[in-house]
C-alpha cells in the first residue's frame, strides 16, 4: 500500500493528516515568509479559540496541533476502564512584521507572560433549548432564567464560578501541576469549592491550559436532575475565558492579540471528525464579517473536497444510519483508496460518479428535507415537524466547493509527496502554523447541530461574537466584553429579539451575542454537562430508517465493541461467525439507563446515572483489521476501554 493510500485509510499517528494540512491555511495568510532580519511589530496568541477537554485521570494528552493529526496516547486516550485522561490546549505566540507576515515563534527567551481569565457561568444564564437564530423556519424557544429564586444581587456570587485571572510565565513552570499559585478554582453556593483546571507552560514557555476533572454537584439536598440541560441547583466544572499574552521586544513590551479557551466535555471519537466542523460553522461568520474572502480560485480536491468525503465516511464506524447507507444513498465507501481515486479525477468521464456523490448530499437552504440524505443528523429545527432546517446540512461554502467539484472545477492534487511528510506542527512552513493551530483545535469540534450543541453553540457563527477586521486583520478572535460583571441580565426571559439587542435599559452590558466575558460560551450548555452528553443520541422516527443521529463524533451511537472486534479476530472460527461479529454494532450508551434493582431504565434515570458512569464510556479508535477477511478494511475503528456500567460493584464510596 502506497504511503497515500495508507494515510488516508488512518494511521497510528492520526487519519489522512496530509490530506487536510493545507486547508488550515486561509486566504488572507501571507505564504512567503518574513525576510531575514524582519522587525516584528506586532504579536499574536494561537489558536485563536482553543479547547482543552475535562477528564478524572492523572494522565493528559495535547489537543491536536495539525488539522486531521490525532495521535492515540501511549495507553490510550483513557488511564484504563474508569480514569478518562484530559486533552490539554497548548497555546503558542507568534511575532509578525510590518506586512503581515510570521517572523518568528515567541517563547520564553522574549519574556513571554501569560494571562488567563476563565469562568463558569452556567447557573447564572438562561434556560436553552434551541439555537435563537432560526427565524420562523425554527423559531427561538424563551426561557427564563435558571435559579430564578436567588436574587439580582446574590446571583454573581452564588451563580458564578469566577478564579479571577491566574498569570503564569517562564519556561516548565509548575511541572507537576501541583503548585497552588496557579490553580483555576472558585465557589459555588459561596460554600462549595470548585476546580476549573490549573495553567502549566512547556520547556519553551509555551502555555498549558488543564481543565477540571468533569464534576458535577448540586448544592441542594433531594435535587435529582430532571432536565437534559437546566437544572436549579446545580453546577460542573466547565468554563471557557480570554488568553492574553505579552513579550519583550527590543527592549518594548508588547501585549499580544488575545485567545479563547474552552474547557468542555471529552470527545469519545477523538479520532474522527464531524462532517460540519466548528470550524466550518465559524467560517461562515468570517466570511460575513470581511475577515475571509469567499473563495474564487481553483477547488483543491485534496483542501476543499476530500475531508468531506472522508468524514462522511468515517461516520459508519459511529452511526448505524451511515454503516447501512450503501442501502439508501447507493454510494461506496468514501474512505475506500480507490474509490477516492476515480472522486479524484476531473475528467468528463467521471463527472456522473462525481454528480451522484454530490447528490448524496443534502443541499444546504431548507428546500431538501429528504430523511435518507447525508449527513444523516438531525438539524437546529427538530422542535418543529417540516421545519426547514430539520436536518443538518453541510454549510453553504462546504456545499459550494462540492457543487464546484461535481463540476469538474478543481485540481487534481491527491498526490503531494510534501504534504505527505507532514506528522506535526514544526514539519508545516512556519507561515502557515499559526492558522493551522486555528483550525486544527476547530476542526475537531460539532458545528452543527446546535440544539443546544455539545461543546459550545450557536453564536458561534455570528460575525457580532468577533473582532471586526478594523479591530484585527486575524480571524476567530473573539470580541472582549467590558462589563463590570459576569452576570449579563437580558430582562426576565432569553428570546430571539433580546439575544441580539441586550437589555433596553443595560446598554453598557451589551447583548448575549457580541463580545464575550469569561464564561459567556459555555453558560449555554446543559447544567450538568453529563446529562445533555446522555440524551443526545438518535431520535427514532416514524419511518423507521434511517434513524437520524445527534453528534457521533462527539458521542458515538452505535459502535463495534472491542469484544466483537476480538472475535472477528480469531483464526479458529469460520469466517461466516467471524463476519458476523464485524457486521455487529451496539449502542454506545448500553447500561446507562440501567437495569436491574432499583433502576427504572428511564430516560431521567439515565440523566442521573450519567453523572457517574461518564468515566465508564468507552472510546472509539482506529484498530487494524485481521487482513484475511474479504470486504473488511484495513483500518477499522473500535470502541475500546470501557469500564462496568453498574453504580452498585467494584466501585468505592463517595
Given at each position: 500500500?502506497?504511503r497515500?493510500?495508507?494515510?488516508?485509510s488512518?494511521t497510528?499517528?492520526?487519519?489522512?493528516?496530509p490530506?487536510l494540512?493545507?486547508a488550515?491555511?486561509?486566504?488572507?495568510?501571507?505564504?512567503?515568509?518574513?525576510?531575514?532580519?524582519?522587525?516584528i511589530v506586532?504579536a499574536?496568541?494561537?489558536?485563536?479559540?482553543?479547547?482543552?477537554?475535562?477528564?478524572?485521570?492523572d494522565?493528559w494528552?495535547?489537543?491536536?496541533?495539525?488539522?486531521?493529526?490525532m495521535?492515540e496516547p501511549?495507553?490510550?486516550f483513557?488511564q484504563?476502564p474508569?480514569r478518562?485522561?484530559?486533552?490539554?490546549?497548548?497555546f503558542r505566540?507568534y511575532?509578525y512584521?510590518?506586512?503581515?507576515?510570521v517572523?518568528?515563534e515567541l517563547?520564553?527567551?522574549d519574556?513571554l507572560r501569560?494571562s488567563?481569565?476563565?469562568?463558569?457561568s452556567?447557573?447564572?444564564?438562561?434556560?436553552y433549548?434551541n439555537?435563537?437564530?432560526?427565524g420562523?423556519?425554527a423559531?427561538?424557544i424563551?426561557?427564563?432564567?435558571r435559579n430564578?429564586?436567588?436574587?439580582?444581587?446574590?446571583?454573581e456570587e452564588?451563580?458564578v464560578?469566577?478564579?479571577?485571572?491566574v498569570?503564569?510565565?517562564g519556561a516548565?513552570?509548575?511541572?507537576?501541576?501541583?503548585?497552588?499559585?496557579?490553580?483555576?478554582?472558585?465557589?459555588?453556593?459561596k460554600?462549595?469549592p470548585?476546580?476549573?483546571g490549573h495553567?502549566?507552560t512547556?520547556?519553551?514557555?509555551?502555555?498549558?491550559?488543564?481543565?477540571?476533572?468533569?464534576?458535577s454537584?448540586t448544592?441542594?439536598?433531594?435535587?435529582?436532575?430532571?432536565d437534559?440541560?437546566n437544572?436549579d441547583g446545580?453546577?460542573?466544572?466547565?468554563?471557557?475565558?480570554?488568553?492574553k499574552a505579552s513579550?519583550?521586544i527590543g527592549?518594548?513590551?508588547?501585549?499580544c492579540?488575545?485567545?479563547?479557551?474552552?474547557?468542555?466535555?471529552?470527545k469519545f471519537?477523538p479520532?474522527?471528525?464531524?462532517i460540519?466542523s466548528?470550524?466550518?460553522?465559524?467560517r461562515?461568520?468570517?466570511?460575513?464579517s470581511?475577515?475571509i474572502?469567499p473563495a474564487?480560485?481553483?477547488?483543491s480536491?485534496?483542501?476543499?473536497?476530500?475531508p468531506?468525503?472522508?468524514?462522511?465516511?468515517l461516520m459508519?464506524?459511529i452511526?448505524?444510519?451511515?454503516?447501512l447507507?450503501?442501502?439508501?444513498?447507493?454510494?461506496?465507501?468514501?474512505?475506500?483508496?480507490s474509490?477516492?481515486?476515480t472522486?479524484a479525477?476531473p475528467?468528463?468521464?467521471m463527472?456522473p460518479t462525481?454528480e451522484?456523490v454530490?447528490a448524496?448530499?443534502?443541499?444546504p437552504?431548507?428546500?431538501?428535507?429528504?430523511a435518507?440524505?447525508?449527513?444523516?443528523m438531525?438539524g437546529?429545527?427538530?422542535?418543529?415537524?417540516?421545519?426547514?432546517?430539520?436536518w443538518?446540512?453541510?454549510?453553504a461554502?462546504?456545499?459550494a466547493m462540492?457543487a464546484?467539484?461535481?463540476k469538474?472545477?478543481?485540481?487534481n492534487?491527491?498526490?503531494?509527496?510534501?504534504?505527505?511528510?507532514?506528522g506535526k506542527?514544526?514539519?508545516?512552513?512556519?507561515s502557515q502554523r499559526p492558522?493551522?493551530?486555528?483550525?486544527a483545535?476547530?476542526?475537531?469540534?460539532?458545528?452543527?447541530?446546535?440544539?443546544?450543541?455539545?461543546?459550545?453553540?450557536?453564536?458561534i457563527?455570528?460575525?457580532g461574537?468577533y473582532r471586526s477586521t478594523?479591530?484585527?486583520p486575524l480571524?476567530f478572535?473573539?470580541?472582549l466584553?467590558?462589563?463590570?460583571?459576569?452576570?449579563?441580565?437580558?430582562?426576565?426571559?432569553l428570546n430571539?429579539h433580546?439575544v441580539?439587542?441586550?437589555?433596553p435599559?443595560?446598554?453598557?452590558?451589551g447583548?448575549p451575542?457580541?463580545p464575550q466575558a469569561?464564561?459567556?460560551?459555555?453558560r449555554?450548555m446543559g447544567?450538568?454537562?453529563?446529562?445533555?452528553?446522555?440524551?443526545c443520541?438518535?431520535?427514532?422516527?416514524?419511518e423507521?430508517?434511517?434513524?437520524p443521529?445527534?453528534?457521533?463524533?462527539l458521542?458515538p451511537v452505535?459502535?463495534l465493541?472491542?469484544g466483537?472486534?476480538?472475535q472477528?479476530?480469531?483464526?479458529?472460527l469460520?469466517?461466516?461467525?467471524?463476519m458476523?461479529?464485524y457486521h455487529?454494532r451496539?449502542?454506545w450508551?448500553?447500561?446507562?439507563?440501567?437495569?436491574?434493582?432499583h433502576?427504572e431504565?428511564?430516560y431521567t434515570?439515565?440523566?442521573?446515572?450519567?453523572?457517574?458512569?461518564w468515566t465508564?464510556?468507552g472510546v472509539?479508535?482506529?484498530?487494524?483489521?485481521p487482513?484475511d477477511?474479504p470486504?473488511?478494511?484495513?483500518?477499522?475503528?473500535?470502541?475500546v476501554?470501557r469500564?462496568?456500567?453498574?453504580?452498585?460493584?467494584?466501585?468505592?464510596?463517595?
Amino acid at each position: 500500500m502506497k504511503r497515500r493510500d495508507f494515510l488516508l485509510s488512518a494511521t497510528a499517528f492520526g487519519f489522512a493528516a496530509p490530506t487536510l494540512f493545507k486547508a488550515a491555511v486561509l486566504p488572507l495568510q501571507a505564504q512567503e515568509p518574513a525576510p531575514a532580519g524582519a522587525r516584528i511589530v506586532r504579536a499574536a496568541v494561537f489558536p485563536a479559540i482553543g479547547f482543552s477537554r475535562v477528564g478524572n485521570g492523572d494522565q493528559w494528552f495535547l489537543a491536536p496541533e495539525v488539522p486531521g493529526l490525532m495521535t492515540e496516547p501511549e495507553g490510550g486516550f483513557k488511564q484504563g476502564p474508569n480514569r478518562v485522561k484530559k486533552q490539554v490546549q497548548r497555546f503558542r505566540v507568534y511575532g509578525y512584521d510590518d506586512q503581515g507576515r510570521v517572523v518568528r515563534e515567541l517563547g520564553a527567551a522574549d519574556g513571554l507572560r501569560w494571562s488567563v481569565h476563565v469562568a463558569n457561568s452556567k447557573a447564572a444564564w438562561y434556560g436553552y433549548s434551541n439555537a435563537m437564530d432560526g427565524g420562523t423556519d425554527a423559531p427561538g424557544i424563551p426561557n427564563a432564567l435558571r435559579n430564578a429564586d436567588i436574587e439580582p444581587a446574590l446571583r454573581e456570587e452564588m451563580l458564578v464560578i469566577n478564579p479571577g485571572e491566574v498569570r503564569i510565565d517562564g519556561a516548565s513552570k509548575n511541572a507537576d501541576g501541583r503548585d497552588q499559585a496557579y490553580r483555576i478554582a472558585g465557589r459555588f453556593w459561596k460554600t462549595i469549592p470548585v476546580t476549573l483546571g490549573h495553567l502549566r507552560t512547556d520547556d519553551a514557555g509555551r502555555l498549558l491550559v488543564f481543565p477540571g476533572d468533569g464534576v458535577s454537584n448540586t448544592a441542594l439536598p433531594q435535587n435529582p436532575v430532571r432536565d437534559f440541560t437546566n437544572n436549579d441547583g446545580w453546577h460542573d466544572d466547565w468554563c471557557d475565558g480570554w488568553v492574553k499574552a505579552s513579550v519583550n521586544i527590543g527592549g518594548a513590551d508588547i501585549d499580544c492579540e488575545s485567545a479563547w479557551v474552552v474547557c468542555c466535555g471529552p470527545k469519545f471519537a477523538p479520532q474522527i471528525e464531524p462532517i460540519v466542523s466548528l470550524y466550518d460553522a465559524a467560517r461562515e461568520a468570517m466570511i460575513a464579517s470581511g475577515h475571509i474572502k469567499p473563495a474564487s480560485g481553483p477547488v483543491s480536491f485534496r483542501q476543499d473536497v476530500l475531508p468531506v468525503l472522508r468524514r462522511a465516511g468515517l461516520m459508519q464506524w459511529i452511526a448505524q444510519a451511515s454503516y447501512l447507507s450503501k442501502a439508501w444513498s447507493d454510494l461506496d465507501d468514501l474512505t475506500d483508496p480507490s474509490v477516492v481515486k476515480t472522486l479524484a479525477d476531473p475528467s468528463e468521464q467521471m463527472r456522473p460518479t462525481r454528480e451522484k456523490v454530490l447528490a448524496a448530499f443534502r443541499k444546504p437552504g431548507g428546500s431538501d428535507q429528504r430523511a435518507n440524505a447525508l449527513p444523516p443528523m438531525l438539524g437546529d429545527g427538530v422542535n418543529f415537524p417540516g421545519s426547514p432546517v430539520g436536518w443538518l446540512t453541510l454549510t453553504a461554502t462546504q456545499y459550494a466547493m462540492l457543487a464546484r467539484w461535481a463540476k469538474g472545477e478543481f485540481t487534481n492534487d491527491f498526490n503531494d509527496a510534501a504534504a505527505d511528510a507532514i506528522g506535526k506542527l514544526d514539519d508545516l512552513p512556519l507561515s502557515q502554523r499559526p492558522e493551522a493551530l486555528t483550525r486544527a483545535a476547530l476542526d475537531a469540534c460539532s458545528g452543527g447541530a446546535f440544539h443546544p450543541g455539545v461543546e459550545i453553540t450557536w453564536p458561534i457563527r455570528h460575525a457580532g461574537l468577533y473582532r471586526s477586521t478594523t479591530e484585527t486583520p486575524l480571524p476567530f478572535r473573539i470580541a472582549l466584553s467590558k462589563r463590570k460583571t459576569l452576570v449579563q441580565d437580558v430582562g426576565f426571559q432569553l428570546n430571539p429579539h433580546n439575544v441580539f439587542a441586550g437589555h433596553p435599559t443595560k446598554r453598557d452590558d451589551g447583548a448575549p451575542v457580541g463580545p464575550q466575558a469569561p464564561g459567556d460560551l459555555t453558560r449555554w450548555m446543559g447544567v450538568p454537562w453529563q446529562g445533555d452528553a446522555f440524551s443526545c443520541q438518535s431520535v427514532q422516527t416514524a419511518e423507521g430508517f434511517p434513524t437520524p443521529v445527534w453528534w457521533p463524533a462527539l458521542l458515538p451511537v452505535d459502535v463495534l465493541p472491542e469484544g466483537f472486534y476480538a472475535q472477528m479476530l480469531r483464526k479458529d472460527l469460520s469466517p461466516e461467525d467471524r463476519m458476523r461479529f464485524y457486521h455487529a454494532r451496539v449502542a454506545w450508551s448500553r447500561g446507562a439507563a440501567g437495569t436491574g434493582l432499583h433502576v427504572e431504565a428511564g430516560y431521567t434515570d439515565g440523566l442521573r446515572r450519567m453523572i457517574e458512569l461518564w468515566t465508564q464510556m468507552g472510546v472509539v479508535v482506529r484498530r487494524s483489521g485481521p487482513g484475511d477477511l474479504p470486504g473488511v478494511p484495513k483500518d477499522i475503528y473500535v470502541e475500546v476501554q470501557r469500564g462496568k456500567m453498574s453504580l452498585a460493584t467494584d466501585r468505592k464510596p463517595t
